[in-house]
């Protein structure tokens, strides 16, 4: 099973993330669950979200406390949560940001075995010409992790946002992935 945290804030679609996420391994035949910690979250206030993956039924139902894969919408949060709590041996943290793998490394708490950088809220802008990052992440889980295929990331979002909604936020998924630098540490 591969369990994946995702860290954001109110209102960057972190938990739309984790579902869209779950979505497209579904569509690949995988079993999932996907869901969100809430606790007295308002816009901008920090955000965790949660998916399981496996090619077996999940009968766990807790929150994830010892992720494989870290993903990082929002890169301030590195500065006030330890977003590599718990984090397996041998785990992933994908961070959104246009710092250098230096920078980030420094802030990260624990060494991640592998680290994956993408500038998702440039692609965001870009493509959406807002600053939600959910959809652009994606690419970049897709990119580093391998646990789900790009296209299915992209019907997924189709699935979740309709007409061209959905065909600009799979472009911005596919940016992502091609953009996603990986980093063997």
């Known amino acids: ?3 994946i945290r995702f860290h954001g804030r109110g209102g960057q679609g972190a938990v739309t993330a984790a579902n869209i996420l779950a979505e497209g391994a579904f569509l690949e035949g995988k079993y999932v669950q996907a ?3 809430f606790g007295v979250e308002r816009r901008g206030a920090p955000v965790t979200a949660f998916t399981r993956i496996d090619e077996k039924p999940i009968r766990i139902k ?3 406390y010892e992720p494989d894969v870290v993903v990082v919408l929002d890169p301030s949060l590195l500065d006030t949560v330890d977003v590599t709590a718990g984090l397996k041996e041998g785990g992933l943290v994908i961070v959104n940001t246009e710092k250098t793998k230096e920078e ?3 802030k990260l708490k624990k060494k991640p ?3 994956a950088l993408v500038d998702a809220t440039t692609i965001a802008l ?3 010409g807002l600053p939600i990052t959910n959809t652009s992440i994606l690419g970049a889980v897709a990119e580093a992790t391998g646990i789900v295929k790009i296209e299915s990331v992209e019907e997924a979002i189709k699935e979740a946002f309709s007409g061209e909604l959905g065909e600009k936020n799979a472009k911005a998924a ?3 992935f091609e ?3 990986v980093y063997e540490l």
């Open 1 to 3: 099973m591969i369990e």
């Open 35 to 37: 869901f969100p910690f």
């Open 62 to 64: 807790t929150q994830i």
């Open 104 to 106: 980030i490394l420094e």
């Open 113 to 115: 075995a592998k680290l």
């Open 126 to 128: 870009e493509i959406l």
């Open 174 to 176: 596919r940016e992502a």
């Open 179 to 181: 953009k996603t630098v």
